[in-house]
């Protein structure tokens, strides 16, 4: 059995080495084509899901490399919160009877711009929350308006609530694990231009080894 680990943030491939380098722990979707491209024919997929959620993009990108495989198994063995939370709806899964779902609005960060900019902002949160609220449906059945409302009051939900809404198959009862605390996004801009400049350094520092054969 092949097993994906969704720990730590959900970012983009092209950040997963700014979190590498300074050690954070994350998971693109990049990491998880590796994993498939690995597998033996026949092998099933186990996805073990502990992670408060991060990119939207990279979240919806893993659910649907997932949800178009019939081989996957995913396990949410602590948290599976916001963009996480969709990625654990992309196919038969359990939740430890520890475990929590947690479902929320889209948010944005760096907006601007004037007044007709933050209408269309508005209006592609709106449509960008339907768009998560479908792994939802999809999965429980419920209707769009009520899995929205629960998106709008941001969402806790215990294992067996989450077995309740019909968002999990199970409820795991062999296996124990810890929860993790949701935590947003942690790669700001600042640091993202603080890694770059250690990187262009070292490289520098490197070229000028070479150059006098150290």
């Given at each position: 059995?092949?097993?994906?680990?969704?720990?730590?943030?959900?970012?983009?491939?092209?950040?997963?080495?700014?979190?590498?380098?300074?050690?954070?722990?994350?998971?693109?979707?990049?990491?998880?084509?590796?994993?498939i491209a690995g597998m033996s024919p026949g092998e099933e997929l186990e996805v073990h899901v502990n992670s408060g959620g991060g990119s939207v993009w990279a979240g919806q990108e893993i659910y649907t490399m997932l949800k178009r495989r019939t081989d996957v198994v995913i396990e949410i063995q602590?948290?599976?919160?916001?963009?996480?939370?969709?990625?654990?709806?992309?196919?038969?899964n359990r939740i430890s009877p520890i475990g929590m779902i947690m479902i929320h609005?889209?948010?944005?960060?760096?907006?601007?711009?004037?007044?007709?900019?933050?209408?269309?902002?508005?209006?592609?949160?709106?449509?960008?929350?339907?768009?998560?609220?479908?792994?939802?449906?999809?999965?429980?059945?419920?209707?769009?308006?009520?899995?929205?409302?629960?998106m709008d009051r941001e969402t806790w939900l215990t294992a067996n609530q989450c077995l309740e809404y019909g968002f999990v198959d199970e409820i795991m009862t062999d296996r124990v694990s810890f929860t993790n605390a949701v935590q947003?996004?942690?790669?700001?801009?600042?640091?993202?231009?603080?890694?770059m400049e250690e990187k262009n350094k070292k490289e520098e520092l490197i070229k000028d080894l070479d150059m006098y054969g150290v």
């Open positions: 059995m092949a097993v994906v680990k969704i720990k730590g943030e959900i970012i983009p491939n092209k950040d997963k080495w700014i979190y590498d380098w300074l050690g954070w722990e994350a998971t693109c979707p990049e990491d998880i084509e590796s994993v602590s948290m599976a919160g916001s963009a996480a939370g969709v990625v654990a709806m992309a196919g038969k609005n889209v948010s944005m960060s760096g907006a601007s711009g004037d007044y007709h900019a933050m209408e269309k902002n508005v209006e592609i949160l709106k449509q960008m929350n339907a768009a998560m609220a479908e792994a939802y449906t999809e999965k429980s059945g419920m209707e769009l308006k009520e899995v929205l409302k629960l947003g996004m942690r790669l700001t801009e600042e640091i993202r231009k603080q890694v």
